[in-house]
Each structure stands twice: as structure tokens, then as C-alpha cells.
């Protein structure tokens, strides 16, 4: 072979190339063509393994002459493929158009409702969390003995009656020393103060708010509710402490400067004294009207002593009020049945959006 062949064969060669690299329609040619010219077994390539065979002389300039092409070849291979590339760009974004004047799709964040229940409890743990109350729960299927027993209701205290109990078949289940107790749906939440005092030690600070249950049906009062119990206690607390935990409660929740409040004398077994509370309803528009929330007092210290606890040394105070209730006043919802008749409508017009997470520095309600 001359060299005058080989310079010919090269021009030949060269000028095939870059004419298939001209020629190469989308990326996908291209990349056949790269693979066919400066690929491993390609045109190119196959015209080094020749440079052993040659003698010295010659061997240098092929080789250089063969470089040179590689690297034209492989410079027009980039040219050509950021040209391809920015036309396949330019075509997507002729063809792919968005339609701005579509409405927007909802999603489920804005489709969805928080029911009032939900919200409200949202709203008094946040209230009770800032003054340190931690939250804490209990089942909603009770033993008789935390539900009435322990709570200073024994067997035939007429308090049972007044609660309307839903009981579970007699011998529901065996306790710790194999006798049959009886189960029953708790009718308050107040025995999670005595889970919370058998479990923990003094200073107790927690609210807990849950279902209840009691067999009775009408326009106020429906066979489950909701309750927010909370319990404190510890060496020095008094009903005054009652009374401002109150108070800054119902400001907080109403978000209004000032709420009259009135404690009635009442009776409960595991409180001593006990008292019902009011509120003065000008809070929610009603000038000179009172409103039950819920009952009150000094924790018993027969209770204190069902839990181990010495009365001597600790006492404390609970209440409990109806979430429902509080719900019914502050958003003006008539009729307590509708909350639990699962209509669609009723959330839609009366649940709340799941972004309005209720916090004390953003504002409680919406
Ligand atoms: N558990 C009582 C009820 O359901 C309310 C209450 C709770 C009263 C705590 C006093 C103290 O009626």
C-alpha cells in the first residue's frame, strides 16, 4: 500500500463520514453513526489496528493523519448532536401547550372536612397544652370498677342510675385475681383520672378528651358524646386554681377578653365540693342567659386513696365537659343528632378546612 493510496482511502473515508454525520436525521441515527465511525470496532478504529503492520516510516504520519480524522469526525458528532437535540426541544415545545385557562383541580386537602368534634378538641388540647397539660387516654370499653367503683361509686349508689350505662354481659372478663367483672361503655371520661393516678406519680397535670357513652336520645343529647376531663394534682392546689384554669380556658376558646362564669353547688361521688359550671352566654350573643358546660371539684379523697395516694399529702382538682356542648355554642350548630347523622351536606357546611389547624399564636378558629 503507498501512501498516496492511503491519503486517498483517508479523504474518502473523512468525507464519508461527515456526510453521514450531515445526514443523520434524529439523535438515534446519530448515535449509529458514532458507533459505526469512532466506536470500538469502527471505521476509524479498524484503520489503527493497521498501524502495526506498517513500517516505521509510514507509521507515524497514518497515525497522526488517523487522529486527526478521529477528532474532526468526533467534533462534527458533537456539532451535529447539539443541533439535534435543540431541535427535538424546539418541536416539544411547539406541540406541548398547557391550557392556563383550565380550572383548577381540587385536591383532597381542599375536598375534605374536619368534623366540629375534631376541631374543638383540637382546640381546647391546644389551649390546655400552653397552661402544661399533657394529653392522656383510656379505653372506651371500661371495667366497672374504673368507670364507678373506684371513681367513689359503689354497687348500689344511685349515682349508677343517673348514668344511663350500657353494661356488657354479666362475667365480661376475669380480673387480676380471677373474679368476673363486669364491662361496661364508659360513661365519662373521668376514669382516666384514676388510670392516670394508679400509673403516675404527683404533680398530675393532663386533660383527656374521648367518647362517651349513655343511653339516651334527643335533640341534645345523643347515645355516645364527647367529654374533656382534666385532672390536677398536687400538694398545694386549691379551687381557686379550679376556678382560673376555668376562666382562662373559656377566654381562650370563646377568644373573648372577658366570660362571666357562675359555679353551682352540685353533687358528684368523686368530687368534694362539687360544682356544676356556667357560663354567662353574652360570650356567644345571648345577653343574660347562663349555660351549663360541664361539672367540677375537688378530687375526693377517697379517690385519692383508691389510687394510692395519701389525701393528707396531695389533693387536686377535675372537670369534665362536653366537647359536643362547647362545639354547639361557639359555632351555633342546632341539633346535636346532626353531628353524628354522617350527612355529607351538614360537614360540608359545617366542617372545617384541613389547613386551619388551630394554634394560639394563628388564631383557634378560622
Ligand atoms: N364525670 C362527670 C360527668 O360526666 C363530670 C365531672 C368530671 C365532674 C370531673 C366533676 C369532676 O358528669
Redesign the pocket.
Given at each position: 500500500m503507498t501512501s498516496a493510496t492511503s491519503d486517498n482511502e483517508l479523504k474518502e473515508l473523512e468525507e464519508k463520514l461527515l456526510g453521514e454525520v450531515a445526514g443523520a436525521g434524529d439523535l438515534d441515527v446519530l448515535e449509529q453513526v458514532r458507533v459505526s465511525a469512532v466506536g470500538k470496532k469502527g471505521s476509524v478504529s479498524a484503520l489503527m489496528s493497521r498501524l502495526g503492520k506498517m513500517p516505521p516510516e509510514e507509521r507515524k504520519a497514518f497515525g497522526q493523519a488517523v487522529n486527526s480524522i478521529k477528532a474532526r469526525v468526533t467534533h462534527a458528532l458533537d456539532e451535529r448532536k447539539a443541533a439535534l437535540a435543540a431541535q427535538e426541544l424546539e418541536k416539544r415545545l411547539a406541540n406541548e401547550k398547557e391550557d392556563v385557562t383550565l380550572p383548577i383541580r381540587l385536591g383532597p386537602q381542599f375536598e375534605g372536612r374536619i368534623h366540629p368534634v375534631s376541631q374543638v378538641s383540637d382546640e381546647l388540647v391546644e389551649i390546655f397544652a400552653d397552661m402544661g397539660f399533657s394529653v392522656a387516654e383510656g379505653p372506651d370499653i371500661e371495667s366497672d370498677d374504673l368507670n364507678f367503683t373506684k371513681l367513689n361509686i359503689p354497687l348500689e349508689h344511685p349515682a349508677r342510675q343517673e348514668h344511663d350505662t350500657f353494661y356488657f354481659g354479666p362475667c365480661s372478663v376475669k380480673t387480676d385475681n380471677g373474679e368476673a367483672e363486669r364491662l361496661v361503655l364508659r360513661?365519662?371520661?373521668?376514669p382516666v383520672?384514676i388510670r392516670t393516678m394508679m400509673a403516675s406519680k404527683p404533680p398530675i397535670r393532663i386533660i383527656a378528651p374521648g367518647r362517651?357513652y349513655r343511653c339516651d336520645s334527643d335533640q341534645t343529647h345523643t347515645p355516645m358524646f364527647h367529654?374533656i376531663?382534666?385532672l390536677v394534682i398536687d400538694e398545694q392546689t386549691h379551687m381557686g386554681n379550679l376556678k382560673w384554669v376555668l376562666e382562662e380556658m373559656c377566654k381562650a376558646f370563646f377568644e373573648v377578653e372577658e366570660v362571666k362564669m357562675r359555679f353551682r353547688a352540685s353533687h358528684?361521688p368523686?368530687?368534694e365540693p362539687?360544682a356544676e359550671i356556667d357560663i354567662g352566654a353574652d360570650a356567644i350573643g345571648k345577653p343574660g342567659e347562663w349555660l351549663e358546660i360541664?361539672?367540677?371539684?375537688m378530687v375526693h379523697p377517697n379517690v385519692l386513696r383508691n389510687c394510692g395516694l395519701d389525701p393528707e399529702v396531695y389533693q387536686g382538682f377535675?372537670?369534665?365537659m362536653g366537647i359536643d356542648r362547647m362545639a354547639m355554642l361557639k359555632y351555633g350548630l342546632p341539633d346535636l343528632r346532626a353531628f353524628f347523622s354522617g350527612d355529607l351536606r351538614w360537614l360540608k357546611h359545617y366542617g372545617f378546612s384541613v389547613l386551619d389547624v388551630p394554634t394560639l399564636a394563628g388564631g383557634l378558629s378560622p
Open positions: 360513661t365519662h371520661t373521668s383520672q362517651v367529654q376531663e382534666a358528684f368523686f368530687t362539687s360541664g361539672g367540677c371539684g377535675a372537670f369534665g
